[in-house]
C-alpha cells in the first residue's frame, strides 16, 4: 500500500473545514486522524464527520503519536504558538498565512526551527500553487517579458466578518500579494508605503477601505496593490506584471459566457474558497508529497518572516505617513 502521512487539524472553522475535506477526499498521500479546536464541539462535529479524534486541546494534538504532520487553522494569534510545538515534537507543521503575528516571533519560529537541524514548516501562501500565477512566473523567468519594471494588483473582496479592522487589510488581506509579489519578481522589497484614497460608502464598518499600498523592490521595481476589503462588486484578483517587453496578467477564472438580450455577460466569483480551490488543492498535494520526501518544499518560514516584515513596515507607514524601509538580516542557509 502507498504510504500515507497521519495529519492532524488545529481549528475546525471555514478554513479548516475546508482542509479537512480536502486531505481526505483530494490528496491521496494523506489520512485525518485528529483534529482539534477552542471549541470542542466544533472538533467533536469535524471528528464524526471525518472519523477521527477529538482532541481537547492542539497541544495534545501536536504530541500524539498517531499524528505525523500538523495543519494550523486557528485563529491568526494562535498560530506561532502551535508551529513553535509542533517543531519542537519535530513534527511537519503547514501553517495558514499568518505564520505569526510578529515578526519577533516569525524569528523564534526560524530560530527553532534551524535549531531542529531539518526544515519542518510551510506557510500557507497557497497562491504559488495557482495555475495563473504559475504560468506568469514561467513568463518571466523564461524572459518572454523582458525585465520586469513594475506590478498593477488589486485585492477586492464584497464583505468582511464583524470585528475587522484596518490593519487587517494587510495582515489578513494584502499578505497575499506581499508573497506573491516578491515570488514571481524573485527580488526582496527595499520600502513600503501606505497611501490614502477616497473612502467607499459601502464600508460597513470603521475601517479604512479602500487602501492603497506601495512597494519597491531591492532592485526598483514598484509595486502598486489597491486592496479593497468591503463593498466591492465581486472578490476580483488581478496582477498585471509590466516588463520591458511585454506584459503578464493573472488570467480570470474560466466561466461562461452568455449572450443574450443585446449583450454579453461572464460571471465573476464571490468567495475566496471558489477562486482558489484549485491552489489549495495543488498546495496540499505537493505539500504531502514533498514530506514524504523528506522536506516541504513550500512557502517557507523565511517566506512567513518576510510577509510579516513588510506587513509591519505598511502598518508604520500608515502612521508616520511615508515610505518605511524594510530591513531584513541575512537569510538562513535553510532557506537559500
Ligand atoms: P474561523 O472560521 O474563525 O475558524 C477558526 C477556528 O479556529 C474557529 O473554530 C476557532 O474557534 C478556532 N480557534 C481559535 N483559536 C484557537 C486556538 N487557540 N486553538 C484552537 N482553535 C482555535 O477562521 P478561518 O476563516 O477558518 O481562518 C482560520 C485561519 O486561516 C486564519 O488564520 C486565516 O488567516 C487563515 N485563512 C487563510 C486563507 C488563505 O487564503 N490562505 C483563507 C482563509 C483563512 P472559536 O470560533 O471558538 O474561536
Known sequence: ???????????????GKEHLRRLTDVVPETIVTGVADYFLPAAQSAAEMFHCTAFQTGEDLIASPDVDAVVVTSADPSHAAYVLEAIRHKKFVFCEKPLAQTAEECQQIIAAEQAAGKKLVQVGFMRRYDRGYMAMKHAISSNEIGAPLMIHAAHRNMSQAPGFETDYAVTRVAIHEIDICRWLLDDEYATAQVLGVRQSSRTSGEWLNPQIMMLTTRSGQ?????VQTDGAYAYDIQCHVVGEDGIVSLPDPTSVTKRAAAAIHTPLMTDWKDRFIEAYDIEFQEWAKS???GAPTGPSAWDGYVACVTGDALIRSRQTGKPEDIVLPEKPEMYQ
Not at 514598484?222 to 489597491?226: A, F, N, P, S
Open 1 to 15: 500500500m502507498k504510504q500515507q502521512l497521519r495529519v492532524g487539524v488545529i481549528g475546525c472553522g471555514a478554513i
Open 222 to 226: 514598484r509595486i502598486d496593490v489597491e
Open 291 to 293: 514530506l514524504l520526501n
